[in-house]
């Protein structure tokens, strides 16, 4: 596709649920990342992957979040035992090359959840 | 932790009327790069400033970067009512890591 893909948008679940989040980098970027996103606040660093590795994790809140990018393309972010804390808008975004090679970060549209 | 501060949290002006933001930190900052995110929207990249003192100009926007590479603006001269959006500054504290932290932006509003 042109741009980050990111799915679902909207996502409500009940404390406790678990829930996956899927990303769809921009073709032929093999940095990717995600943030999190709460009102009023800027992007939170989440983690960074370079390629299929996790090249920087250090922005995961615990060990309920977990995520994986398998075959270097697409991505998914996993969030066990949600709690309402949880909830926020968690964006992906891709770039062509990593940090080092600073480019610009592209940004999907972002999953909203909401966790009751 | 390290952290970027932007100032102001909000501003409101008239049609017209120019605008700028700030983004201080009390480390030096090895890149900073403005983003702009519409209401409803996700963060869309602007520029990247790299070098001290540099300035940079996109129509009626210009960026700068300190000269100790502590802080950069955002000047926005005679604002239309498609600036309307939060802007945030971003950057890399360390090139070995991967994480960009973003302040938490300056929100504008434009009365027409």
């Known amino acids: 596709g042109a741009g980050v893909s990111q799915t679902p948008s909207n996502k409500v679940t009940e404390k406790g649920k678990y829930v996956e989040l899927r990303c769809d980098p921009i073709s032929g970027h093999t940095a990717l990342y995600w943030y999190r996103q709460s009102l009023g606040q800027g992007p939170e660093f989440l983690i960074y992957?370079?390629?299929?590795?996790?090249?920087?994790d250090s922005g995961l809140p615990n060990d309920r979040f977990f995520a994986v990018r398998p075959e270097g393309s697409v991505s998914t972010l996993k969030i066990q035992r949600t709690e309402r804390g949880d909830s926020a808008v968690y964006l992906c975004?891709?770039?062509?090359?990593?940090?080092?090679?600073?480019?610009?970060?592209?940004f999907g549209e972002g999953s909203r959840l909401t966790v009751l | 932790g390290q952290q970027v501060m932007q100032i102001p949290q909000y501003q409101h002006v008239q049609e017209g009327e120019d605008f700028t933001t700030y983004c201080n930190s009390s480390t030096t900052l090895s890149n900073i790069q403005w983003y702009k995110q519409r209401p409803g929207g996700h963060p869309v990249f602007l520029i990247q400033?790299?070098?001290?003192?540099e300035v940079k100009k996109q129509k009626r926007l210009t960026f700068q970067f300190g000269e100790a590479k502590k802080n950069s603006s955002l000047h926005i001269t005679a604002t239309q009512t498609t600036d309307v959006g939060t802007y945030f500054c971003?950057?890399?504290?360390?090139?070995?890591?991967?994480?960009?932290?973003f302040g938490d932006g300056t929100t504008l509003t434009v009365k027409p």
């Open positions: 975004a891709s770039s062509l090359n990593g940090p080092l090679n600073t480019g610009e970060l592209f």
């Open positions: 992957f370079q390629g299929t590795g996790a090249a920087d």
């Open positions: 971003a950057t890399l504290f360390n090139t070995n890591a991967g994480k960009s932290t």
């Open positions: 400033l790299v070098k001290s003192g």
